[in-house]
């Protein structure tokens, strides 16, 4: 009897250690799994920033060779900037390491400068607009965008980036407009540092943002100047904005189409070519617009390795003395 009861013990007693033993080793594996997990999870990390870090550099590589071309440029003709020129050259793809970069400038005197409309209109008396408000309301009419729209975002947006406070015209948004919203905010009244912050603007619409993008660009200055040798037949109704409807699409598509490889030799000449000139008279103002020259760019730059990508969008200015230099970085895709 009492070796039957013994036999039972050492059995249970041995079914104890197995199960225990079962317990130990699943949270071994438990513990294992979690610790692959986190391997790969950290493997992964180093693997990210490593091509993040080869990305970055890689496309700042592709800055300086940007900046190169562009002081080769100007050194070749420092009057002239056009479309025959090195920089402008497109769908250019340089093998890097493992990877491969490419590139894109763009002249950003070929499009509507939107802190142009900071300038307002010297007759405040009549609530005149502005030329660059009357500007920008024909391009966005020609770019489809309905009439209230237009009429609106030329009043907003000059509110916008103007320095007073005061409500310009019945369309006017100053601080009140903005305060008032869900999230509540104050208007910059200060140029716009990038076209993205138009999404912040009173009227304005992802749609319409998407409609005006590839015609508009920001720079410092509070006006517009557009070098018509550099404007190309895609975005030929900025030529259609400046000259206040004067100038109709096709025509103003001729003149790009008529214009020389390697642009006009001058203003005047741009002045004197026939679809120009059957517009008559022009003032000083408009003229002061149009020049062959350019001092402002930005280079989109992609370095792509297997599945990914990195991209870096720089901008270059030239000042007065000639002298070129990298302005802003930012990383990332505009779209």
Same mark, same amino acid.
């Given at each position: 009897?009492?070796?039957?009861?013994?036999?039972?013990?050492?059995?249970?007693?041995?079914?104890?250690?197995?199960?225990?033993?079962?317990?130990?080793? #699943?949270? !071994?594996?438990?513990? =294992?799994?979690?610790?692959?997990?986190?391997?790969?999870?950290?493997?992964?990390?180093?693997?990210?920033?490593?091509?993040?870090?080869?990305?970055?550099?890689?496309?700042?590589?592709?800055?300086?060779?940007?900046?190169?071309?562009? /002081?080769?440029?100007?050194?070749?003709?420092?009057?002239?900037?056009?479309? #025959?020129?090195?920089?402008?050259?497109?769908?250019? !793809?340089?093998?890097?390491?493992?990877? =491969?970069?490419?590139?894109?400038?763009?002249?950003?005197?070929?499009?509507?400068?939107?802190?142009?409309?900071?300038?307002?209109?010297?007759?405040?008396?009549?609530?005149?607009?502005?030329?660059?408000?009357?500007?920008?309301?024909?391009?966005?009419?020609?770019?489809?965008?309905?009439?209230?729209?237009? /009429?609106?975002?030329?009043? @907003?947006?000059?509110?916008?980036?103007?320095?007073?406070?005061?409500?310009?015209?019945?369309?006017? =948004?100053?601080?009140?407009?903005?305060?008032?919203?869900?999230?509540?905010?104050?208007?910059?009244?200060?140029?716009?540092?990038?076209?993205?912050?138009?999404?912040? !603007?009173?009227?304005? @619409?992802?749609?319409?943002?998407?409609?005006?993008?590839?015609?508009?660009?920001?720079?410092?200055?509070?006006?517009?100047?557009?070098?018509?040798?550099?404007?190309?037949?895609?975005?030929?109704?900025?030529?259609? #904005?400046?000259?206040?409807?004067?100038? @109709?699409?096709?025509?103003?598509?001729?003149?790009?189409?008529?214009?020389?490889?390697?642009?006009?030799?001058?203003?005047?000449?741009?002045?004197?070519?026939?679809?120009? =000139?059957?517009?008559?008279?022009?003032?000083?103002?408009?003229?002061?617009?149009?020049?062959?020259?350019?001092?402002?760019?930005?280079?989109?730059?992609?370095?792509?390795?297997?599945?990914?990508?990195? @991209?870096?969008?720089?901008?270059?200015?030239?000042?007065?003395?000639?002298?070129?230099?990298?302005?802003?970085?930012? !990383?990332?895709?505009?779209?």
């Amino acid at each position: 009897m009492m070796r039957r009861l013994s036999q039972q013990s050492i059995g249970s007693q041995r079914g104890v250690a197995l199960i225990t033993v079962l317990l130990i080793v #699943a949270i !071994i594996v438990v513990i =294992a799994a979690n610790m692959t997990g986190r391997l790969q999870l950290l493997m992964s990390r180093s693997i990210n920033m490593q091509a993040s870090q080869q990305g970055l550099w890689s496309a700042i590589a592709g800055e300086q060779l940007v900046f190169n071309v562009l /002081e080769q440029d100007f050194k070749d003709d420092p009057q002239r900037v056009h479309l #025959a020129q090195l920089w402008a050259r497109e769908g250019m !793809i340089f093998p890097l390491n493992d990877g =491969a970069l490419s590139g894109e400038v763009r002249d950003l005197h070929s499009c509507f400068n939107i802190n142009a409309l900071a300038k307002k209109s010297d007759d405040q008396s009549a609530q005149k607009r502005s030329l660059a408000q009357r500007q920008f309301e024909i391009l966005l009419q020609t770019l489809e965008v309905e009439d209230y729209a237009a /009429e609106l975002l030329s009043y @907003t947006v000059g509110d916008w980036v103007d320095g007073d406070k005061r409500i310009s015209g019945n369309f006017g =948004a100053e601080d009140s407009t903005y305060a008032s919203k869900t999230v509540p905010y104050i208007t910059a009244n200060s140029p716009i540092g990038d076209v993205s912050e138009l999404l912040a !603007i009173e009227g304005m @619409t992802p749609a319409i943002y998407r409609k005006i993008k590839p015609f508009v660009c920001a720079l410092p200055a509070t006006l517009n100047k557009i070098n018509i040798n550099t404007v190309k037949d895609d975005n030929a109704q900025v030529l259609v #904005a400046l000259f206040e409807n004067k100038l @109709t699409l096709s025509d103003a598509k001729s003149v790009i189409s008529g214009r020389d490889p390697e642009g006009f030799k001058s203003v005047s000449e741009f002045f004197s070519s026939p679809e120009i =000139a059957a517009i008559g008279n022009l003032t000083d103002e408009v003229k002061s617009q149009f020049d062959v020259k350019s001092s402002d760019f930005s280079a989109l730059l992609t370095f792509t390795i297997d599945v990914q990508s990195f @991209t870096l969008n720089s901008i270059y200015h030239r000042d007065n003395k000639g002298k070129l230099h990298v302005v802003s970085r930012k !990383i990332g895709n505009n779209e």
